[in-house]
């Protein structure tokens, strides 16, 4: 059993995998439906599933900046086909010396598939303002779901702003996420 989830039992999983994904930047313009920041994937034809089990988020500002615009960083369920991903990868550590290498694999693009939209599970809101009279010190959040996301061949999760942000944002975030992998 699995802290915070007590009716939930977990398979046997190979290793829990921990990548920190990179510093972004809120967009002025809002992404389009399969565009995004990053995408988790279980590749087409893969006999692995994947547990998401965590994303940490914090963001902060990085000068004066008036913020008329509170857009939203939505994690979202996808599915793709094609491949394999050929788009810039990410490494995750692993939580576990010793553990395979993962079969899901962190992409800063959709070079290679073709990504279709699905259903938001979650969203983040970057930090509000900074002004001339004081600054906003940096806003973490965490989801940490007691029912986490499972993805089976030919899924994944992309990380995206389907709000419209403002001009010239300075607001950045980070992200760091956690998921375990299993062969059922």
Not at 78 to 84: A, C, D, L
Not at 117 to 127: K, N, R, T
Not at 172 to 182: K, N, P, V
Request: hydrophobic share 40%; with cysteine; net charge neutral.
């Amino acid at each position: 059993m699995i802290e915070g989830a007590q009716w939930l039992k977990w398979p046997a999983y190979r290793s829990t995998y921990i990548s920190h994904v990179g510093a972004f930047v809120v967009q002025a313009a809002a992404h389009g439906a399969t565009a995004g920041f990053w995408w988790l994937l279980n590749p087409v034809g893969s006999t692995s599933r994947l547990y998401m089990r965590r994303v940490d988020f914090v963001s902060q500002v990085g000068s004066v900046l008036l913020t008329p615009t509170s857009p939203r960083v939505t994690l979202e369920r996808m599915t793709f086909t094609g491949g394999p991903p050929s788009g810039p990868t990410v490494t995750p550590a692993t939580a576990l010396s010793g553990a395979p290498a993962a079969t899901g694999t962190i992409r800063t693009s959709t070079a290679g598939i073709s990504p279709a939209g699905g259903a938001a599970f979650h969203a983040f809101l970057p930090v509000a303002c900074m002004t001339a009279a004081g600054a906003s010190p940096a806003d973490p959040h965490i989801y940490d779901p007691d029912a986490p996301i499972e993805l089976i061949a030919g899924e994944g999760i992309v990380c995206r702003q389907p709000d419209a942000g403002t001009g010239a944002d300075t607001r950045r975030f980070a992200m760091t996420l956690y998921w375990s992998e299993f062969t059922p």
